[in-house]
Each structure stands twice: as C-alpha cells, then as structure tokens.
C-alpha cells in the first residue's frame, strides 16, 4: 500500500508558510520603527530668525530621504563638532562673522557618503542657508547563494540656498538640536 501522508503533516507545512510570512511581518514593523527613530523629532520650523545682530545665523538642512535614513550628520565648523542633522531635520547655529571652515565629515568607516565641505564668510546680523543632501549614483547587489551582498556610491553635496528656497525646504523639516 502507498503511503500517503496524513492531514496533520499539510497543516504544519502551512502553519510553517505562515510563520514565515509572520515573522517577515514583525521584522518590517521593526524596521520601520527603528529608521523612524532616526529623523529629527524636535519642534517643526516655524519662521528664520536672527537671535543676536552680532552675530550670523546659519541653518543646516536635511531633507527626509530613505537613503542614510539611520545616521545623524555631524557638522563641523572650524574643526569644532557644533552638533549632528538628523534626518528631516535643521540646525540652527550662531557663529561669529568671519571666515567658517564647515565640514561634514562620514558617519562611519562605512558610510556610503563622501565627506562634505565648504567655506563661508559670514556677516553680522545675517542668515544663511546650507543643504546637506546625497543621492545614490551607484548600486549593486551580488547574489552568493543564501547571502546577497551590495554596495555602492552616493554624492554628497552641500548646497548653499537664499532664504527664498529655503524657506519651502524648511517648512517640512524638524529641530535636530537635543
């Protein structure tokens, strides 16, 4: 006589397509609860000001971007870490007027983006606006059997704005300061 397997064997084979698909459940709404973490959650931008005559202002801005989501950009002003842009997020600094060496420099040994800089004489009594942002220009992935391994390039970029687009920019963001 063949053999023939029983009920119960076919249940467990489907339990065990559902467990998969369950636990690829629990890990998304893991990590989209873990990369929601990194944006910036302090109070959303409201207007551009300036704190004190004697001094310029400068807003750093980060748009909200999938890409390098999870890490906060440190910025650097005259080799001084001065604070970090998260995700959607902007920093407002004040800086005494004169010649500013900023830099951004890479997260990690491993971070896709390049180093970031740029010079900036500031005025007393002035705003500034500057974009931190980078796109992906290259990516692959490498299939090795159960393992899949990827890389790539992205172009970080500092863009200097007028307060006329930045303001739009601004509008979507939050405060990264603690």
Not at 59 to 84: E, T, V, W
Request: aromatic share 8%.
């Amino acid at each position: 006589m063949p053999y023939v397997p029983a009920p119960v064997i076919e249940k467990l084979a489907i339990t065990g397509e559902r467990m998969k698909l369950h636990s690829l459940g629990i890990l998304l709404f893991i990590t989209l609860n873990l990369l929601v973490g990194c944006s910036a959650t302090g109070k959303k931008f409201t207007e551009a000001t300036l704190a004190n005559s004697e001094t310029a202002t400068i807003y750093f801005m980060r748009q909200d971007k999938f890409l390098g989501a999870a890490g906060c950009r440190d910025i650097l002003i005259d080799s001084r870490k001065i604070g970090c842009i998260k995700n959607a997020g902007f920093l407002r600094v004040e800086v005494a007027a004169g010649d500013r060496f900023i830099n951004l420099p890479k997260v990690t040994e491993s971070d896709w983006a390049n180093e970031t800089s740029v010079e900036l004489e500031t005025k007393s009594g002035h705003l500034y606006f500057l974009e931190w942002t980078h796109e992906l220009e290259d990516f692959y992935v490498i299939p090795a059997g159960a393992v899949v391994i990827t890389g790539g390039k992205t172009k970080a970029s500092i863009i200097k704005h007028n307060k006329e687009t930045a303001l739009p920019i601004l509008k979507e963001l939050r405060d990264s300061a603690p």
